[in-house]
T-cell receptor, first 110, second 117 residues
């Protein structure tokens, strides 16, 4: 199957860390991605990880991949109000296309 | 470099009509993909074009079609519009096709908001 699942909503306080989780089902996925969508805008590519890696850090973003459990997470350190958005994970699987998750709405409160 | 541009940004059509949406990719990108985004179904893949050829197609009826020109600009067409076609249509460009080995980084445009009444 090609289902990619995420929790719908996450609320954090400014300055805290946010962790957004994603599970996928395609074991042949080669790359996994995180995108951000702000209101009225398209998707912005944040980062991606190759399937033979288990961690990737890019400034405030840390991606963790557990290939055995098909679990991907995105940690945002020192979350700011500008990080409020919908976050999508996506996999490049056997179908030679990206399959996107359901999206997690992140709300950052002061 | 200019980003991905989509025109028009907003469109209102009536059931039964047809519509054409346009996408200009980032300069040098040869792959253009189209997605439909709705609150109920999320982001769904429509098709990918690379070097004027359709490389892949999602699970949509034949009313949805597309094409790509020699300058990599792409259009998608929806004929006989239905109320359920109301959605945000997103275009994404990439230097490589999804069929290539590699990271397949896609860059999205702002979308065209289509409302069918």
């Amino acid at each position: 199957g090609e289902d990619v699942e995420q929790s719908l909503f996450l609320s954090v306080r400014e300055g805290d860390s946010s962790v957004i989780n994603c599970t996928y089902t395609d074991s042949s996925s080669t790359y996994l991605y995180w995108y951000k969508q702000e209101p009225g805008a398209g998707l912005q590519l944040l980062t991606y990880i190759f399937s033979n890696m288990d961690m990737k850090q890019d400034q405030r973003l840390t991606v963790l991949l557990n290939k055995k459990d098909k679990h991907l997470s995105l940690r945002i350190a020192d979350t700011q109000t500008g990080d409020s958005a919908i976050y999508f994970c996506a996999e490049k699987g056997g179908g030679n296309k990206l399959t996107f998750g359901t999206g997690t709405q992140l709300k950052v409160e002061l | 470099k200019a980003g991905v541009t989509q025109t028009p940004r907003y469109l209102i059509k009536t059931r039964g009509q047809q519509v054409t949406l346009s996408c200009s990719p980032i300069s040098g990108h040869r792959s253009v993909s189209w997605y439909q985004q709705t609150p109920g179904q999320g982001l769904q893949f429509l098709f990918e074009y690379f070097s004027e050829t359709q490389r892949n197609k999602g699970n949509f009826p034949g009313r949805f079609s597309g094409r790509q020109f020699s300058n990599s600009r792409s259009e998608m067409n929806v004929s006989t519009l239905e109320l359920g076609d109301s959605a945000l249509y997103l275009c994404a460009s990439s230097p490589l096709s999804a069929y290539n080995q590699g990271a397949y980084e896609q860059y999205f445009g702002p979308g065209t908001r289509l409302t069918v009444t």
